[in-house]
């Protein structure tokens, strides 16, 4: 899966991981590589035609979640000093679509 979606979602759990391992968490998956392949195999395909709960708040002009999940990574990067760059970017266009919620 090379799509510009696809690289999205590459560089938001690279961010993650990077940020978890940083934090000591444990997660179920050890390596970005590893969960990017359970996303592709497992966890995508039955889902596909969902809509995340993210998407369903920007289409009904409601705030999203989206400080308390991009942007929990994006603090803790900077706690630690790694870059975020791609959660920055997520948080930055969803506060700036919210903020368009009046038109």
């Known amino acids: 899966l090379q799509t510009p979606a696809w690289n ?6 690279r961010e993650a991981f990077a940020v978890s391992t940083a934090e000591g968490v444990e997660l179920p998956q050890k390596t970005a590589d590893e969960y ?7 966890k995508i ?3 596909a035609a969902h809509y995340s ?3 369903q708040d920007i289409m009904a002009k409601r705030l999203t979640e989206v400080d308390f999940i991009n942007g929990a990574i994006v603090n803790l990067g900077k ?5 975020t760059p791609v959660n920055e970017t ?3 266009l969803t506060h700036f679509k919210e ?3 009046c038109r």
């Open 90 to 92: 997520i948080v930055n």
């Open 36 to 42: 990017l392949e359970y996303l592709k195999v497992q």
């Open 79 to 83: 706690k630690h000093g790694i870059p």
């Open 45 to 47: 395909p039955p889902t």
């Open 53 to 55: 709960s993210m998407y």
């Open 8 to 13: 999205i979602i590459e560089g938001i759990v």
């Open 99 to 101: 903020g368009l919620k």
